[in-house]
């Protein structure tokens, strides 16, 4: 992607997003919300308006609900063949990829991030988690067990997967197109219909894979979209027609979320937040462990859930290894994402500016010493642009290692005891992700069992692949994302019993 046809493309998008309102997804129509009010989507570089957003709410909910519990029972989808559905979302993934530079122009405007980094990771992998979801329909099945009845009777038991419903589908704003795609493939490839309520700050891709799901063949109602505000995810949630809610986001959301799912004990699978340790032992390879350290942390800013945000470094690799993700955080070229070069933007906006840089006096307040960052590129007055930020000399007790902070900052503490390098890296109320450096296979393996996380990666960072499960511990979440696990969040088990006595 050259420069000018980034920006090309900027302008020719943002031209038809001004021509055109940004409608909700409503049994195969775009309406308007019921209110006939909008709210704006900005470009977090900029803070230039983008679109009218459609603001829906609990009676727009409840129009979405009511076409995905029609669309559940509509032939065209509920006797859909196995291989007709895979054939449905193999073809979506062919549209994502034929509108990828699009698609990823299109994150970057709406949320900040690079574009050239949107295409190769996000919308790749949004890519690839359609065929992957794709390939479940036609394998995905029950089986036939061996039961032994007292009464001696010949039994056939076999199981059979049903979709679980209707799914509301609530996702954040850090990887807006990737997160929506996780959940519905998935769901799509179990049989449910969905609703999907993108974050307030990033509906511009999920309306989009609104439209390209319609021209892959989904039927009318099987595909909702609600945009508006936290509210309608509330709405949704607390639905009595909504069989099942998967959510990203924040903790506090989820735990809200766990409370309001009770009425009709719908099935809840939640990807919470995290405060992944990154640990690193003395005879790791410095220089790999410090591009992916720096790598893990400010990777699209640090709004990551799986953010490596606490190094723990072997005293006698320290000085080395801080030397060289601070290189690697300096190397980062900070700016908007239109631009090729750039590889770090801006933060989503200014509420998470502002909690970034809460932390920053934080850390500094309770005695950790700041060694790079902290603050504003001096270059960018406008946007949500804050700089790759390094803390040493932390300790264990300090909010920074123990808060989700969601920026790019990491706090670096130093272990020589192995023991309690352990004890401290799971000392957190999360456990989503960790990363292992080191060379010894044993400290590998014996770490990766010791450490309370859903995810450990060894001499590598942030790997995740469709076919592999995702989740966390604690709470870091509920349920595992991705893999066989995924289709079982979307399904229901029933257990066939047949007296052939
Ligand atoms: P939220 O958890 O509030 O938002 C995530 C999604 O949930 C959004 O679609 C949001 O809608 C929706 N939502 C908000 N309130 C409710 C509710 N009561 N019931 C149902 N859905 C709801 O995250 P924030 O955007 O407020 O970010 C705050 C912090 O959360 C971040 O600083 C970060 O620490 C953490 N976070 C973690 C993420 C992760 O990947 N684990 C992702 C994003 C944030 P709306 O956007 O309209 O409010």
């Known amino acids: 992607m050259t420069t000018t046809t980034a920006i090309e493309r900027a302008e020719h998008l943002k031209a038809a997003l001004k021509a055109q309102p940004q409608r909700l ?29 459609a603001h829906g709410a609990t009676a727009d909910v409840d129009l979405a609900v009511r076409a995905a519990r029609k669309a559940l029972s509509d032939p065209a989808w509920s ?11 193999l073809r979506l993934a062919d549209l994502v990829e034929r509108d990828a530079e699009n698609l990823a122009v299109l994150e970057c405007l709406d949320n900040g991030k690079p574009a050239t980094l949107t295409r190769a990771v996000e919308v790749e992998g949004t890519i690839r988690t359609f065929r992957y979801f794709a390939g479940w329909p036609t394998k995905f099945g029950g089986e036939t067990l061996p039961v032994s009845p007292r009464s001696g009777a010949q039994i056939l038991n076999y199981t059979t997967r049903e979709p679980v419903g209707v799914a509301g589908l609530i996702v954040p ?20 219909t969905v609703i999907l309520k993108p974050a307030e700050q990033t509906p511009l891709t999920a309306l989009r894979l609104g439209e390209l799901a319609l021209e892959a063949g989904v039927p009318p109602g099987v595909f909702n979209i609600i945009t508006g505000f936290g509210d309608a995810g509330a709405a949704l949630v607390e639905h009595d027609g909504v069989d ?23 099935k809840v699978s939640l990807e919470l937040g995290g405060k992944s340790p990154q640990i690193v032992f003395p005879d790791a390879d410095v220089k790999v462990a410090a591009a992916s350290i720096a790598q893990g942390i400010f990777f699209n800013q640090g709004q990551t859930c799986t953010a490596g945000s606490r190094l723990y470094v072997h005293k006698s690799r320290a000085d080395e290894l801080l030397d060289a993700i601070a290189g ?25 500016w502002d909690r970034v840089n809460h932390y920053v006096e934080v850390g500094s307040a309770e005695g950790a010493t700041l060694a790079a960052g902290g603050q504003r590129p001096a270059n960018l007055a406008n946007g949500f642009f804050f700089e790759p930020t390094i803390f040493v000399n932390a300790a264990p007790t300090m909010r920074i290692v123990r808060e989700e902070i969601f920026g790019p900052v990491l706090a670096a503490l130093t272990w020589s005891d192995q023991d309690e ?47 592999s499960p995702f989740g966390g511990f604690r709470q870091s979440g509920w349920g595992r994302e991705h893999g066989r696990q995924a289709m079982e969040l979307y399904s229901e088990t029933k257990s066939v019993w047949v007296n052939l006595s």
Not at 25 to 45: D, H, K, M, Q, Y
Not at 334 to 350: C, E, K, W
Request: net charge positive; hydrophobic share 50%.
């Open 328 to 352: 690697a955080a300096a190397r980062l070229k900070i700016g908007d994402g239109l631009q090729p070069d750039v590889d770090f933007g801006p933060l989503i906006s200014q509420e998470q």
């Open 173 to 192: 704003w850090n990887y807006p197109l990737s997160m929506a795609a996780w959940k519905v493939a998935p769901a799509l490839a179990a049989g449910c």
């Open 421 to 467: 390098l352990v004890a401290q890296a799971n000392d957190s109320e999360y456990g989503l992700s960790a990363g292992i450096w080191t060379n010894d296979i044993k400290a590998a393996h014996r770490t990766a069992a010791a450490i309370k996380a859903g995810t450990v990666w060894v001499n590598c960072f942030n790997m995740i692949d469709p076919a």
């Open 25 to 53: 997804l409503i049994g195969g129509a775009w309406v308007e919300a019921v209110s006939g009010r909008t709210f704006e989507t900005i470009n977090p570089a900029t803070g230039e308006v983008l679109a009218h957003i």
């Open 244 to 266: 099942k809610v998967a959510f990203t986001g924040s903790t506090a959301v989820g735990k809200a979320i766990v409370r309001a799912s009770s009425g009709n004990l719908k």
């Open 79 to 89: 006797r859909m063949s196995a291989v007709d559905r895979s054939r449905v979302l």
